[in-house]
Structures are given as C-alpha cells and as structure tokens.
C-alpha cells in the first residue's frame, strides 16, 4: 500500500525559507518520478515541481530560481527547498509519485506577515 507522508510546513514571513520532506513507502522509490504540487484555496492543484529517477529536475515557472527539489533515494524521501517565499505560495503541499497514487494529507505552508 502506497503511503506518501508531507511535513515541514508552517506560518513564515515574505522572503522566508521553508523545506518540506515527503517520505514514502509502498513504491519503488529509486525508479520512481516524484512531484511536488500544491493547492491554494478556491483553486486547482497544480504542479509545481519533478524529479525523475535520472534526477532530472522540472519546476514550474513561478517557481523556478527560488524552489529546489531533492530526492534521497536511501530515505525514501523528497524534499522541496522554498526560499523567497510569497504570499502567492501559500497552499497545501503534496507530493506524489507518478503514476499517480493516493493522495496524503500534505502539509500546509502559509506565507504572511
């Protein structure tokens, strides 16, 4: 059974960093294609960020230059690194591995001061 666990979000300020870590289990992590995505309310959820296996990287361009995603194969684990934080992030977080599988609860992330 797939099990995809997001932590690490919070409340930060505008031009604040945050990392989130999405541990799984239930797949082959090292050939697996992991995403971040996010959902603000009242809107989609969109991708925001890949990985692939070959660790090639993919981010979505209102994201790119300041999120950076990382994978460690060892822990079963992605991680997003989110630096210069706006208000425009603020959503729930989540990760998935492709194709696409249960959802987790993700984690919230609110950029405010």
């Known amino acids: 059974q797939v099990q995809l666990v997001e932590s690490g979000g919070g409340l930060v300020q505008p031009g604040g960093s945050l990392r989130l870590s999405c541990a799984a289990s239930?797949?082959?992590?090292?050939?697996?294609?992991m995403d971040w995505y996010r959902q603000a309310p009242g809107k989609q959820r969109e991708l925001v960020a890949t990985?692939?296996?070959?660790?090639?990287?993919i981010y979505a361009d209102s994201v790119k230059g300041r999120f950076i995603i990382s994978r460690d194969n060892a822990k079963k684990t992605v991680y997003l690194q989110m630096n210069n934080l706006k208000p425009e992030d603020t959503a729930v977080y989540y990760c998935?591995?492709?194709?696409?599988?249960?959802w987790g609860q993700g984690t919230q992330v609110t950029v405010a001061s």
């Open positions: 990985i692939t296996r070959y660790f090639e990287i």
């Open positions: 239930g797949i082959i992590f090292s050939i697996s294609t």
């Open positions: 998935n591995a492709r194709p696409i599988n249960p």
